[in-house]
């Protein structure tokens, strides 16, 4: 009988880059910062918002899931992302996956609930810095003033042709973030690398 293959470890797709990420705050004296959050938990919930199953989840989440369209709602180290009139996306700490999806499963009970495992899918970026908004407004048509995109707001959106989920900073000093494909990480942490270059001194 063969050996087991033991399992190869997850592998951020961003992990290589991490010195070029670091070195914009260098560079530009702290008018921006790039850095990935990696191996976030992402978890895909679809149901019905007024159903028995969302308060559940809300419950055993310790966060009532947005129902506004495009708002963000923190508790402790989750946050829930509203996605559509039916569908959030949750964060959790790494390592979190399973823990996760295992509860919110459990609370949807006999409902039609759907809850899938997405953490594989996207990485984050971190985008901080007095110059943040300027740097995504470059690649991004949205309006990012803090008026029009204050703290509690996300949107999906396109930012230099590449589609991610684009959260607002939590409050002064916080930083935006970025979730892109995996597939499209390299390609917009490039891009964002070479348009931070107007601000490097």
Known sequence: MADAVPPVPRRSPLAHMADRLASVGRGTGGALELAEVPMLAQI???????????????????????VEPDTVVHAGNLTALWLGPDEWLVLGPPGSRQDLESRIREAGGDEFVSVVDVSAQRTTLLVSGPRARDLL?????????????????????????AQVVLVAPDGPGGGFRVLVRASFAGYLTDWLLDASTEWRT
């Not at 028995?52 to 989440?61: C, F, I, R, W």
């Not at 949205?142 to 930012?159: E, I, K, N, V, W």
Request: with cysteine.
């Open 44 to 66: 895909s919930v679809r149901l019905d918002p007024k159903g028995a199953a969302a308060d559940a989840v809300g419950l055993v989440l310790g966060l009532r899931l947005p």
């Open 137 to 161: 407004a470059h690649g991004c048509s949205l309006d990012l003033h803090p008026r029009a995109f204050p703290a509690g707001r996300c949107a999906q959106t396109t930012l230099a042709r």
